[in-house]
DNA sequence: TGAAATGTTGGGGCG
DNA sequence: ACGCCCCAACATTTC
């Protein structure tokens, strides 16, 4: 390898430049540097539609930082080993760095590319940032890998030592001509015919520097009552920083520096943030249990669920989809989740705990949903959290916990101005009704019946969940 | 990161 | 004046 030979930056979930350890090591060479992107359409659990809208908009905002540093980044297709290979020919690059990924074909994909590049003397080095700690790091007393949020919340807290971020390499060092690759347009990331992004773009603003100005306006704003206002879906309490995360665009330690050092700065925000930061360990903790158990988006953590009976009503599943279920609650985060991309996430489990329980539907249906549907669908969180609710997960919800849609809505949209935002047959209701509105005996035009009764699907859910301890 | 059923307590109405 | 009952309000247990 040449002193002049240039790196290949491998870029996945990292669409960043900030504290990006792959990208800084490659600066510091001195050598060229080629950032590339692959795109593996064939891939297991590849994007659905609303998250390719927000990787296009990712890819954009990346392609002009690198350019501001002077390198041009690089678009191609196909198998990812192959993809990166094929370019570390043609440009003679002498190494390939990148960010160490946890999904099982990430993971995949990053032993494939090792063994190619060694075969022919290219180097290969892997870097963490995508996470606050790797999963070796955390290990129970016995050395094994933890299965119950709390002691494995305890265990980071007490590890400690995340790095502080790195800044932006200055400038980066670029190929005499930068290598052929594709068109961000035609990979056709964004809907045309129809367009049914629009709702997406009026709420989102993809890429690094708006993750940024989001971080900063939410520990200058919502932080300090972060700890109440989180659970109000009629309240902007949350970050909504999940799909920034997501895409990498802001890493976790920037994250837990910016909001350590807020609440250093403003102790009456203190509360809030260590809530926000807990949250973001619950991250790790889903990325952990997803490297260790890599089936998990397809079977359950706990195999006694292999045996549940799980009911078929592609009716039912329809009318949860579309937020058409008669139960304001789970309406109301459906459509917002089909308009925005996102759902809050108190809603999230109302609604999960309605598929999975009121209406005996698969876990799994659910979570195709979401990995379709959602700006921020992450294979990790998305499995974890859908198992947690479903009752076959790690530290999973007890199988007697099944969220009355009605209370969860009156207590945590108790003025019903979330119901009314996104379920306007019911904007007229008063608040004591709109939670129920079967009960108040006004007429609702437009809006379905529940589809189940609460008592008895309860009950109905009890009984399933109870035959399987036997 | 629940909810509902059941149990307990204490104040007030009332014979 | 006293005891009984009713029923919130709260606590505990169970699913």
Same mark, same amino acid.
């Given at each position: ?34 950032? %590339? ?27 002009? /930082? ?15 080993? /192959? ?27 990053e032993a494939a590319l090792k063994t190619a590049l060694a ?5 290969c080095?892997r ?67 129809? /367009? ?229 047959? %019911? ?44």
């Open positions: 390898m040449s002193a002049t030979s240039p790196v290949i930056v491998w870029y996945r979930r990292d669409l960043r430049v900030d504290d990006h350890p792959a990208l800084k090591a490659a600066a510091e060479t001195g050598r060229p540097v080629i950032p %590339l992107y692959v795109r593996d359409a064939a891939r297991p659990w590849a994007p659905g539609g609303a998250s390719q809208w927000w990787l296009a908009g990712s890819l954009e905002a990346l392609s002009g /930082d690198l350019d501001a540093l002077g390198a041009t980044l690089v678009l191609r297709h196909g198998a990812a080993a /192959d993809a990166v290979m094929a370019l570390a020919r043609e440009s003679g690059a002498g190494a390939v760095f990148f960010t160490r990924h946890h999904e099982p074909a990430e993971a995949a994909d075969a022919e003397g290219i180097e080095r870097f963490g940032g995508a996470l606050l700690f790797e999963p070796e790091a955390l290990t129970t007393k016995a050395g094994g890998p933890f299965k119950v949020f709390t002691p494995f919340y305890r265990a980071a807290l007490a590890k400690g030592g995340i790095k502080a971020p790195d800044p932006a390499p200055d400038r980066l060092a670029a190929p005499d001509a930068p290598p052929a690759g594709d068109r961000l347009a035609d990979w056709n990331l964004t809907p045309t015919a129809p /367009d049914w992004s629009g709702g997406l773009a009026e709420t989102w603003r993809p890429g690094a520097a708006a993750a940024l100005q989001r971080l900063d306006a939410f520990l200058d704003g919502g932080a300090q009552a972060y700890k109440t206002e989180r659970d109000r879906p009629d309240m902007d309490g949350t970050s909504a920083l999940s799909p920034h995360l997501h895409f990498g665009e802001v890493s976790p330690r920037r994250i837990w520096h910016t909001a350590t050092f807020a609440a250093d700065a403003r102790p009456e925000t203190r509360g809030g943030i260590e809530a926000f930061l807990r949250e973001l360990i619950w991250r790790e903790f889903c990325h952990h249990l997803l490297h260790h158990w890599p089936a998990i988006p397809e079977r359950a953590f706990n195999p006694v669920f292999d045996a549940f009976p799980w009911r078929e009503d592609a009716e039912a599943l329809v009318r949860w989809q579309r937020g058409r279920t008669g139960y304001p609650i789970v309406d109301a985060g459906m459509r917002q989740l089909w308009h925005t991309g996102w759902m809050h996430n108190r809603v999230r489990m109302i609604a999960a705990s309605f598929l999975t329980k009121h209406l005996l539907l698969d876990w799994r249906l659910g979570q195709a949903w979401f990995c379709d549907t959602l700006v921020d669908a992450d294979l990790a969180n998305n499995a974890a959290g859908w198992q947690w609710v479903a009752g076959s997960g790690a530290d999973a919800a007890p199988y007697f916990r099944v969220f009355n849609p009605i209370l969860q809505g009156e207590k945590f949209d108790p003025a019903g101005d979330y119901v009314r935002k996104w379920v306007p047959e %019911l904007a007229d209701l008063p608040a004591k009704a709109i939670h129920a509105p079967w009960r108040a005996g006004a007429a609702t035009p437009g809006y379905p019946e529940p589809l189940v009764d609460h008592k008895a699907a309860r009950e109905r859910a009890l009984l399933a969940y109870r035959s399987l301890k036997d």
